[in-house]
């Protein structure tokens, strides 16, 4: 199966975060019909329930190629013209994964071994299967994450904090809001507040941005609400500590803020050849290093068009990339070996 045959294939399966178990049957299945024929060996590994990532080795493995299975809601399927794949998922990230495969079957065409692949579950919410393979590393020096990036090398990536903002009130009728205390007001006097609080910048990275996601709260338009909650995700450049406490400072006691995710700002390796770029999005790579290896990031497909209704990948981007993941694979062997 090609590059495109597989990504179509792949991206008719359903895989919204949680629901990951049937393209990952999928993918073992392909990838024990890979290494029958080449003395690879295939694996699951267990995460819960029935979601489990995927490991596939050649010798042992000294570089990794890894991504995720699970996509954002709703879910749609694929099709394609002379230039394009659509559907959820085409570029994030199975799409990648179609290109991991086939420089897979490349390598081991050209007798190259030590290398391998890892599909993982629960990227598009909390790394659940990146955390429970981090605990079982397979010896890998090097791990090789595919996001989109345009097959453009990343050299750092942003971080990522996540906060709930949750306040409290008392219930009263809205005929006498004297007799209540509205979580509603002041869950927006908190984050009017935290919205003035100045961003730090990166030389590299760029600025640290602010996005709050989410607003819930009250009961009825006639009852002063007695509960509130918003989901603020913020995009860090640096010490996240300097933001957990401008915006603590900032709320002062309106409403209490719960941290939900912490990932760092990222730095990454580099090889020859691919152009490189600085990403904006968090991956699993935090969580899978240092235990599978130095980070690398590299994939097809534009970010600007996942998690949209216009999600595509280019199909010259899956050919190259195929070629890219060898490449590079076929370099950090190498480098390893020196």
């Given amino acids: 199966m090609n590059v495109v045959e597989l990504t179509r294939a792949l991206v008719d399966i359903e895989s919204v975060t949680g629901n990951e178990h049937a393209v990952a049957r999928y993918l073992h299945e392909y990838l024990c ?43 749609f399927s694929s099709r394609e013209d002379g230039d394009w794949i659509d559907g959820r998922g085409a570029c ?5 994964i179609a290109a ?22 629960g990227e598009e919410r909390n790394s659940t299967g990146a ?4 605990k079982t590393p397979r010896g890998s020096r090097y791990l090789v994450n595919g996001e989109p990036t345009e097959n453009k090398l990343a050299v750092a990536s942003k971080g990522a904090l996540r ?3 949750v306040a409290r009130g008392q219930m009263a009728h809205s005929a006498y809001p004297e007799l209540g205390v509205s979580a509603i007001d002041a869950l927006l006097d908190a984050l009017e507040a935290i919205r003035r609080v100045p961003l730090p910048q990166d030389a590299v990275l760029g600025p640290c941005t602010m996005n709050i996601g989410t607003i819930t709260g009250g009961r009825a338009p006639n009852v002063v609400a007695d509960a509130a909650m918003a989901e603020i995700l913020v995009r860090t450049v640096g010490d996240a500590n300097v933001v957990r406490d401008a915006f603590s400072a900032a709320i002062n006691g309106r409403a209490e803020m719960k941290e939900v995710l912490a990932v760092p700002a990222m730095q990454f390796e580099r090889v020859d050849g691919p152009a490189t770029t600085v990403v904006s999005f968090t991956t699993d790579v935090p969580s899978l290093c240092p235990s599978w290896g130095k980070p690398l990031l590299i994939g097809p497909g534009s970010i600007r068009v996942a998690h949209t209704a216009e999600e595509r990948v280019s199909k010259k981007e899956l050919v190259e990339a195929v070629a890219i993941y060898s490449n590079i694979v076929r370099e950090l062997l190498a480098r390893g070996a020196a």
Avoid at 33 to 53: H, Y
Avoid at 131 to 134: E, I, P, R
């Fill in 33 to 75: 019909r890979v290494a029958a024929g080449s003395g690879g060996r295939v694996e699951k590994m267990e995460v819960e329930g029935e979601r489990f990532n995927v490991f596939a080795q050649w010798g042992e493995p000294v570089v990794t190629l890894s991504t995720h299975t699970d996509t954002v809601p709703p879910f």
């Fill in 92 to 96: 994030d990230a199975k799409g990648i």
């Fill in 100 to 121: 991991m495969c086939g420089a897979a079957e490349k390598l081991i065409a050209g007798g190259v071994k030590n290398f391998g692949l890892l599909f993982v579950v």
């Fill in 131 to 134: 955390l429970a393979a981090a």
């Fill in 163 to 165: 906060f709930e903002i």
